[in-house]
């Protein structure tokens, strides 16, 4: 019950959940990684101790290492020692033994499997252990086998499970809450829509727990909030979750100041939280939207201050205006064209413009995020800005900052997709770029394939002006785009494709192997694509003739020769 001292709280720094516009694509590297250890399981109740490396941490750091490089090697050895120390009476000792589980989780899973039907329902028990620091590291290291509870019958463990975390979560000691929420927020992440029938309960526990939190819990609070909407999306988007969950939300949203950092986390909540409830959350957003783009030309207002006269005022912190930037997304994403009234009554274009030039990577990396989602809800009020906004995204596309270009490249494909023909003028001026991304030796898969994505838009659109330089790089778009799943954005590439190939086959020739590979890694085209492999596929067999096709046909593998001959008929 005791408050927190702002002393014992530490800095927080916003981290862009949009550095990767994919479909599909959630880069989100779970908060209690196998690396991080040594965050979750100090010994000392004094909060310095969580800074300090002890001997204790180094243990367990150094038994996750050598599970990581012997795996199943190492069980013989320690599961013995396992037996005797989880069992033990000694509550010290039988906690160091759930430690260590905890800690061979990544490296052993494989050969712990045979024995979780009987360690989970035995750790499941120690959560409600009379020692608070027994049930706080029972919480992180069930949190580590999550995986495997997710994928057994809930009634035997997902279920009980959750009651057990729910309870915890409530505990009455801090630091059981803290291990409890962010081992849920695990949870969440491998569950996903397997929530979905539990939500009423969950949502009444998480919101419970915002009366009685104090200042540090209730930024971990946020977390596991924001993560159950990032994993159960649109689900929760029903009248008596909405109830349930805003009015906390926009009482702490009301009390918190401008300046006040604890706003980082509560954006990036109100962002995971707007985007799963989409018309939901319209109720909401006006007061929201306009704080966020009053936040942004706050801190804009500040740097100019600051570079002209830098005496006299303090250089602005980014981090809000970034964060205010990605919550915009998320309405946009969320609320679609319902955002277009809000857009329309405010200047976000004209400091959107700003954000784009600014010299931090990160402002740039959330401004373009924002562009396009801007553009797919409402693009008539980012038209205007086309002949500003291009040459800016044109000189982002560099490829040291993987980020930044990776969300310029994305911008580029939506604003292609909606310009159509206009967007002709603006090819010049990223197509050699790109080409040069797509070639380049050890470009991260992310960005091959969001890169790969717009040169197929751009395709799409101008294929008289992309085409001529088909031959070079349609064998790594052949690569990269072969591994996605079907989705919208494959779609309009691969139609970018076909109709550059149609304008320029002789561009194709040499790779065709690829291009019928990356034909085949589709599972259900629409139909009016379907058609147009179908007259790709045959063109090249007839421009070739049967006995040269036969010949070219005998390099495929046999898996991909079934599978042209029984969708396409070649």
């Given at each position: ?99 260590a ?16 039907n ?10 409600s ?17 999550s ?24 505990d ?6 803290e291990?409890?929420?962010s ?49 159960v ?28 950092k604890?706003?980082f ?5 109100l ?26 030309e ?11 006269n830098p005496?006299?005022?303090?250089a ?6 970034i ?5 915009l997304s998320g ?16 200047n976000i ?13 990160e ?21 205007p ?11 982002n ?29 603006y090819?010049?001026m ?21 890169t ?14 992309v ?10 778009w ?71 096709w ?13 599978r ?7």
């Amino acid at each position: 019950m005791i408050p927190d001292r702002d002393e014992d709280i530490r800095p927080r720094f916003h981290k862009s959940k949009r550095s990767v516009k994919a479909e599909g694509e959630n880069m989100n590297m779970g908060e209690n990684g196998g690396e991080e250890v040594e965050e979750e399981d100090d010994d000392l109740d004094d909060d310095s101790s969580l800074s300090d490396w002890n001997l204790r941490k180094c243990s367990a750091a150094a038994l996750d290492v050598l599970a990581n490089v012997f795996r199943e090697e190492l069980l013989p050895v320690l599961l013995p020692i396992l037996k005797e120390t989880l069992f033990h009476h000694d509550w010290e000792i039988k906690e160091s033994g759930i430690l260590a589980l905890g800690a061979i989780a990544e490296g052993c899973m494989n050969g712990m499997v045979p024995h979780l039907n009987e360690l989970v329902p035995f750790l499941i028990t120690c959560l409600s252990d009379k020692k608070a620091l027994v049930r706080a590291i029972t919480c992180w290291t069930l949190s580590r086998y999550s995986h495997w509870v997710v994928s057994q019958p809930h009634d035997s463990y997902l279920k009980p499970l959750m009651t057990e975390l729910l309870k915890r979560i409530l505990d009455p000691n801090k630091r059981v809450q803290e291990a409890a929420c962010s081992a849920f927020a695990t949870l969440e992440e491998e569950a996903c829509t397997e929530l979905v029938p539990y939500l009423g309960f969950i949502l009444e526990t998480l919101v419970f727990a915002f009366s009685k939190y104090q200042h540090k819990n209730l930024l971990i609070l946020y977390d596991a909030i924001g993560t159950l909407a990032d994993s159960v999306g649109h689900h929760l988007n029903k009248p008596e979750y909405i109830s349930l969950l805003m009015p906390p939300l926009i009482q702490k949203w009301n009390i918190l100041k401008d300046e006040d950092k604890d706003l980082f986390p509560l954006l990036e909540c109100l962002s995971s939280v707007a985007t799963a409830l989409q018309a939901g959350f319209l109720p909401y957003c006006e007061p929201v939207y306009r704080r966020c783009v009053s936040l942004i030309e706050q801190t804009l207002n500040q740097h100019m201050a600051n570079s002209q006269n830098p005496e006299q005022f303090d250089a602005p912190d980014k981090d809000f205006m970034i964060v205010a930037l990605d919550l915009l997304s998320g309405l946009a994403e969320g609320l679609d064209m319902h955002i277009d009234s809000l857009v329309s009554n405010s200047n976000i274009m004209h400091l959107l413009y700003q954000c784009m030039q600014d010299p931090m990577p990160e402002v740039r990396q959330s401004s373009f995020a924002l562009l396009g989602d801007l553009t797919k809800a409402c693009f008539s009020h980012v038209h205007p800005c086309i002949s500003d906004f291009m040459p800016i995204l044109g000189q982002n596309l560099n490829p040291d900052l993987i980020s930044v270009c990776n969300n310029a490249t994305w911008a580029i494909g939506e604003i292609s997709v909606k310009l159509g023909e206009d967007m002709r003028r603006y090819v010049p001026m990223v197509i050699n770029q790109l080409i040069i991304i797509i070639n380049r030796p050890n470009t991260p898969k992310t960005l091959l394939e969001n890169t790969a994505i717009t040169i197929g838009r751009l395709g799409y659109v101008c294929p008289h002006d992309v085409a001529p330089l088909l031959a070079q790089f349609v064998r790594q778009w052949c690569s990269s785009l072969r591994n996605i799943r079907d989705n919208e954005e494959k779609d309009s590439a691969f139609r970018g494709m076909c109709a550059m190939i149609t304008v320029n086959p002789g561009g194709v020739v040499q790779e065709f192997i690829f291009f019928c590979d990356a034909v085949a890694s589709w599972s259900t085209p629409k139909e009016d694509l379907k058609e147009m492999f179908h007259k790709i596929l045959h063109g090249f067999r007839t421009q070739v003739g049967d006995e040269n096709w036969q010949r070219f046909a005998d390099q495929f593998p046999d898996q991909l020769r079934d599978r042209l001959s029984a969708m396409y008929g070649v």
